[in-house]
């Protein structure tokens, strides 16, 4: 019952910002006191309510800013009274000043929160400093986490110092699976983001519903979708395949309890139920999914993978290279990794009619599958299978982002995605 109050509060939030707004006012509207209403937006949104104000404002303003309005402009109308007091209150929220954010990441359209769609935890950078004290740090600075190839923040976790790495989420479980999996992959000689253990001994803590880790931060950088595009085109994809592969072969022999699933069937029974008849040219390609993707799927190899290999999951540094980010891991088939890759460098640089970085990018996919069978050496189903995996990639991701507003923009891109990998089916089959 409270999240629908809250979730009422957030919606009017959303459409006032640029009005006056008082806790006290969010509680009346909520039929709460106003200490029972602080105590439960805090625990459904994960800030407390005047932050969470603060921080939509700011968002919303340095949108507006990116699109060419002046920045005082934009101050006055989200209700700060001077252009010093809009800088100083967003240097406080995000470590850096409005020109610097602008410089190093690209501003979206914050979308609406919806809290009954996705798993949504905010935690601020104080109460990240209070988690600290666990492990004794809490006297270091905490930063925010952006992806290099999207500029989107990291909403689950938050540098600490330059060493470390806080994260956090509502799911035990995919959080258990991240440290199980990074410390195997360590044994073996691998780079991976394991557990500092707490002053106490523990991997992790509990704070109300949510769970937090501390793990050491990769140095290194993370790879670059567009760099698959330049003159080392082909060895770069190719050395994504082996990584994968290198990665594909260490958690053959991970034990770790992760979902296992059967990407056929929540292929043809999800998420082609809902896509039928939403895009362009795929009726016979279903067709043929559901026939021969059908006779190969069970004499494929499955086992532990991680996912989510997207380039900036991958971190380079001199001639050592390790993996960030295990807590989607899952027992699925085990080239999806190598064909998630491939189309998550394409969801990164997609430009519908640009025929040769299209043709490039089919060079770059068969390059990482190459590199990759260089490791683990493809079965003949594998090979036969590859390209209804990278169907089942985008139908699964079309799906899924479907109907939700954060994602509008990311649905629309790979909307046209995969009517045009629909288009160039056939080659993307690896003879």
Known sequence: ????????????????????????????????????????????????????????????????????????????????????????????????????????????????????????????????????????????????????????????????????????????????????????????????????????????????????CLTKRLAGQQMKPKAMYEDASAEQARFVGEVIGQLSLALANVEALVEEVNIYERVTGWAIPQLTGKFNGAEKVFAEYEREFGKLYDALPKQVIHRDPNPGNIILSGDKWGFIDFELSENNVRIFDPCYAATAILSESFEKGNDDKLAKWIQIYKNIVYGYDDVVRLTEEEKRALPYVVISNQLLALAWFAGQEKFAQTYETNKKMTEWLVKVFDELRIV
């Open 1 to 212: 019952m409270y999240k629908r109050i809250i979730q009422d509060s957030i919606d009017y939030i959303e459409d006032s910002l640029k009005t006056e707004l008082s806790a006290q006012e969010l509680s009346d509207r909520a039929g709460y006191s106003l200490f029972h209403y602080y105590r439960v937006f805090q625990t459904a949104v994960g800030l407390p309510v005047m932050q969470y104000v603060l921080r939509r404002r700011l968002l919303n303003a340095i949108y507006e800013i990116s699109l060419g309005s002046k920045m005082i402009d934009v101050a006055l109308q989200y209700g700060f009274e001077t252009h010093g007091g809009f800088y100083k209150a967003f240097v406080r929220e995000f470590g850096c000043t409005p020109t610097q954010y602008l410089t190093k990441y690209k501003a979206k359209k914050p979308y609406r929160i919806n809290i009954f769609k996705e798993e949504h935890v905010m935690v601020s950078h104080k109460k990240a400093t209070e988690i600290l004290r666990n492990w004794g740090m809490e006297k270091e600075g905490v930063s925010d986490i952006y992806y290099e190839g999207t500029g989107n923040r990291n909403e689950s976790a938050y540098y600490v110092g330059d060493e470390y790495v806080l994260k956090f989420s509502a799911n035990l479980g995919k959080l258990k699976s991240h440290i199980t999996i990074s410390k195997a992959l360590e044994n073996v000689g691998l780079h991976a983001a394991t557990p500092v253990i707490t002053a106490s001994g523990e991997e992790y803590v509990a704070d109300g519903e949510l769970y937090f």
